[in-house]
């Protein structure tokens, strides 16, 4: 093969357009007679790969790009995996083109068209994907649920694939539709330095019962290098670590413990509260937490001894 063919092959994943391959001097004769020998194999009207195996998950990008035309570009769930999301099942391939383009059938993707497709909206060299932070907007747009909207904003940005003040932009955006005040409000959320969705939860838990807002991500110096908190009031001696699934593999125990333990010899109190517990029994750790603050010296208002807001009876 040709050493500039092979290289194209190797950045796409083995898959090619038929106009790639003429631009680079394979005849029609001779890409009929690899098709017809099984060498290659033809995944539609483009796209052509250069094996007859199955194609693996980075190729169906390519494959769906291909097949989608000229300016399609993965949008959504799967151009935040094309970045390197994870953590989600494997979805459809969700392939956006400009308003007016063809949008053919491509199985196992889905072709949409959308007012927003433009050359600033992409990411860099590669595959064509948009930016994760509109990659991000448009995955909790067409989510199943409001929650997994919020996942998906979340983890965007808790796995560093773009800045929060990113997504909020992006957000912004968004004129008209029935997600909007979710995408503003979850996106300032994570401005104000909110990084997991069990982080989310825990803030509107704490306005709810009428708990003072917490220092989140706060930066702790250990003898082990920095730490970052979940939660903490410096000013009554109290942190909040919220325990997501990972936090159950032992190289993230052990270090969740030494934290912990160094924040105790500072004479912080340390409550734990898992991803789970925020689901299934949020009075009872938000009581918890009550409990803390007043101890380290906090008085409540008047009205939430009382009761707080109304429908929300405190402990």
């Given at each position: 093969?040709?050493p500039g ?8 994943e ?22 017809q ?5 033809a995944?539609g009207?483009?796209?052509v ?47 956006s083109v400009p ?6 059938r491509?199985p ?10 433009s ?28 929650r ?30 029935a ?25 509107r ?11 989140r991500?706060?930066v ?10 979940d ?14 699934v ?7 125990a052990?270090a ?14 340390v ?21 803390a ?23």
């Amino acid at each position: 093969m040709d050493p500039g063919l092979a290289a194209l092959a190797d950045a796409q994943e083995h898959v090619l357009s038929r106009r790639q391959l003429l631009a680079a001097g394979i005849t029609r004769s001779a890409l009929r007679a690899h098709l017809q020998a099984g060498r290659w194999r033809a995944w539609g009207r483009h796209a052509v790969a250069l094996h007859s195996g199955p194609l693996p998950p980075r190729a169906t990008w390519w494959r769906a790009v291909i097949e989608a035309g000229p300016r399609a570009a993965l949008d959504g769930v799967s151009a935040l995996q094309a970045a390197g999301l994870t953590g989600i099942d494997a979805a459809p391939v969700r392939v956006s083109v400009p308003r007016g383009a063809r949008t053919p059938r491509v199985p196992g993707a889905i072709v949409r068209q959308t007012r927003r497709l433009s050359r600033p909206d992409l990411a860099g060299a590669g595959l064509p994907r948009v930016r994760p932070d509109i990659a991000a907007v448009r995955a909790a747009l067409w989510a199943r649920s409001d929650r997994q909207a919020t996942f998906y904003l979340t983890a965007t940005v808790q796995q560093r694939l773009c800045r929060a003040e990113d997504v909020a932009r992006a957000a912004l955006d968004v004129r008209r539709h029935a997600r909007r005040r979710l995408l503003l409000d979850v996106s300032a959320e994570l401005v104000d330095g909110a990084r997991a969705l069990g982080e989310l939860d825990f803030a509107r838990l704490c306005r709810q019962h009428g708990l003072p807002e917490p220092v989140r991500q706060s930066v702790r110096r250990t003898s082990r290098g920095t730490a970052y908190l979940d939660a903490e009031w410096p000013q009554f001696g109290v942190v909040v670590e919220i325990d997501g699934v990972h936090h159950l593999s032992a190289p993230v125990a052990v270090a969740d413990a030494l934290r912990q333990n160094h924040l105790v010899l500072e004479s912080a109190r340390v409550l734990r509260v898992p991803n789970l517990g925020l689901r299934v029994a949020p009075a009872d750790f938000m009581a918890q937490v009550r409990r803390a603050l007043v101890d380290g010296g906090w008085r409540p208002a008047p009205d939430v001894i009382r009761g707080g807001r109304p429908g929300n009876r405190l402990v």
